[in-house]
Structures are given as C-alpha cells and as structure tokens.
C-alpha cells in the first residue's frame, strides 16, 4: 500500500525538526560557473526534485505573474534559478522538457500553468508526489508536512511569513533561500523513501 495514512493529529511540536539543507548547499544561480555547475549536476542526475514559488497576489482579480523563483534539487544540493535573470532560461527549459529526467515534486498542478504562461516551458515527466502518496479512497492531496512525518518521523517546519513573502525581489534573503531549497530537496528525499519502502510501485 502506498499511502501515507498520517493525521494532522500526528504533526506534533515533539517531533524532532527535519534538518534540511545547509547554505553550503543551496546555489541562488547566477553567473556563467554557477549555471554551468547548475547544469552538469542537473543533467547527470536521474530524479530530481522540483518547485517554484512566487510573489503573493493580496487583491481580488489580481493575476499573479510568477512563478518568480524555481529550484531544482539533486541529492545532496539545490538550485535557485531567478525568472528574471534571462540567462537561465536555455537550462530550464532543457531540464523541465526533458523526457528522461524526473521531476519530483508537490502541488504541481499550478506549476504547468504557471510556467507554460510565464515562460512557454511545457513541463515533462513530473511526478506529483502529493497524488501519488495519498492512494485510493483519499480526498484531497498529502503535503510535504505530512509525508516527513509519515517517512522520517520529523517535523517539517514551514514558516507561513516566508512562504508569503516577495518571492521577485532581486535580493532573497537566508530564511528565502533555505524555505526554497528545501520545498524542492524534501521532495527528492521523500520520493526516494517512498521508492524504497514500496519498490513495485
């Protein structure tokens, strides 16, 4: 069976905090070497994790333009990639349209739309994990909150003030950084405890 039976009941204070990634290991992309770094580690990769984030829209009828932000994980880093910054576009759209490269990730729904509209990127071979654990019978999606506590029996600790904030400032600060690279790297360590607890699946 391949899902993840956790109740909000179970997502207490006295699970230990999942660790996440440290900066060391999270690249904001910028520049001709962190791109070319960005793409040998992206490109030698079979799975990946994958989000996006951007800017909160607060009025009635207001269209949001991101995404503003993607971040793209392997295992033991992960990448930022600024909409804005033109020079990372090529390497997106060769790693969101590969056929052969997973992408791993929650609420990917959105993520289509989003950057077919913003960037005509058509998104290939994504796997969304939030439909995949829930299993039959379930309503609705399992959040990444819920399948760390499920898998690794830690607390996933998002901060609600970060998930909101200006995600197409040209300037993301530490709390930005991390609360992004960890969206996309938790998904690719859940997608490999998931693949090993159920095999055949």
Known sequence: ????????????????????????????????????????ALRAAEVIGFDSESKPTFRKGEESTGPHLIQLATDDHAWLFQVANAEVHPLLREILESPTLLKV???????????????????RNLLDLGEKLRGPGHRGTVGAKVAVAHFFGQRFQKSKKTGTSNWATRRLDERQLRYAANDAHV???????????????
Not at 109 to 116: C, E, P, T, V, W
Request: proline share 5%; glycine share 10%; hydrophobic share 45%.
């Open 187 to 201: 998904a690719l360590r859940l997608y490999q405890a998931w693949r090993a607890a159920h095999p055949d699946a």
């Open 1 to 40: 069976m391949s899902a993840v039976e956790v109740s909000r009941t179970d997502l207490t204070d006295d699970l230990p905090l999942y660790p996440g990634l440290d900066l060391d290991r999270i690249t904001l992309v910028e520049g001709g070497a962190a791109l070319a770094a960005a793409g040998g």
């Open 105 to 123: 990730g929650f609420g990917l729904g959105n993520d289509r739309s989003a950057l077919k509209r913003r960037l005509d990127i058509v998104p």
